[in-house]
């Protein structure tokens, strides 16, 4: 079945520092999302990804919907504490041509170290 | 403000009591889902709904139970079946319908403790 790998599992980092994280299945996706989980609270979207190549950017964040369709990768720029959390990366489920239901990545947890 | 509310933030039941849970969301959105998330781990999804009056399973329902009676509510009920109902669940919600991405928003959470 379809699944999800988040890569690295964990990060910690000091304020300044730029971030790199992805993403990466066995299966094609047709949609990249990327949340950001605080501590305690629902993941908030930060970034839709629906062309394969495309490069979209949310501030200091830039993500990207790798050719192949199998992958995706987040990048933070100049991480500030704020940043702190958990980052989720989702697709939509392929079944029958359906896509009401989301599968999710197991989350990159981020640390960063005034 | 237009959004999805889930209550209580925390909640406390002895075992062996049915709990419910509460999600309402104002952005008319069609389809509903309810998510748990353990520590360390990602989302699981319990059940959806994408229509009033209908509902289906996902990849853990059991021991949980749902309604769909209207288009801004999807209650989740955790019952005494439910082996390990403690946890962080998750309310979400998302439009429906043509050129509309994938895209699911979330509620704060319940965290859930049971005795």
């Known amino acids: 079945g379809q699944q999800l790998n988040q890569s690295p599992q964990s990060m910690f980092i000091q304020e300044g520092e730029d971030v790199s994280m992805n993403c990466t299945s066995s299966s094609i996706f047709n949609t990249w999302l990327w949340y950001k989980q605080d501590p305690g609270e629902g993941p908030v979207l930060l970034i839709a990804?629906?062309?394969?190549?495309e490069l979209t950017s949310n501030g200091r964040l830039t993500a990207q919907f790798g050719i192949t369709r199998k992958d995706s990768f987040l990048n933070i720029s100049a991480s500030i504490p704020s940043d702190v959390g958990i980052y989720f990366c989702?697709?939509?489920?392929?079944?029958?041509?359906?896509?009401?239901?989301?599968?999710f990545g197991t989350g990159t947890l981020l640390a960063v170290q005034p | 403000d237009g959004g999805i509310t889930q209550s209580p933030k925390y909640l406390f039941r002895k075992e062996g009591q049915n709990v419910t849970l509460s999600c309402e969301q104002n952005l008319n959105h069609d389809a509903m889902y309810w998510y748990r998330q353990d520590p360390g781990q990602g989302l699981r999804l319990i059940y959806y709904?994408?229509?009033?009056?209908?509902?289906q399973k996902g990849d853990i329902a059991e021991g949980y139970s749902v309604s769909r009676e209207k288009k801004e509510s999807f209650p989740l009920t955790v019952t005494s079946a439910q082996k390990n109902p403690t946890a962080f669940y998750l309310c979400?919600?998302?439009?429906?319908?043509?050129?509309?991405?994938?895209?699911?928003?979330f509620g704060p959470g319940t965290r859930l403790t049971v005795l």
């Open positions: 990804l629906y062309k394969a190549g």
């Open positions: 979400a919600s998302r439009r429906k319908g043509a050129g509309v991405g994938d895209e699911q928003f």
């Open positions: 989702a697709g939509p489920r392929l079944r029958g041509g359906a896509t009401n239901k989301l599968i």
């Open positions: 709904s994408q229509i009033v009056n209908d509902f």
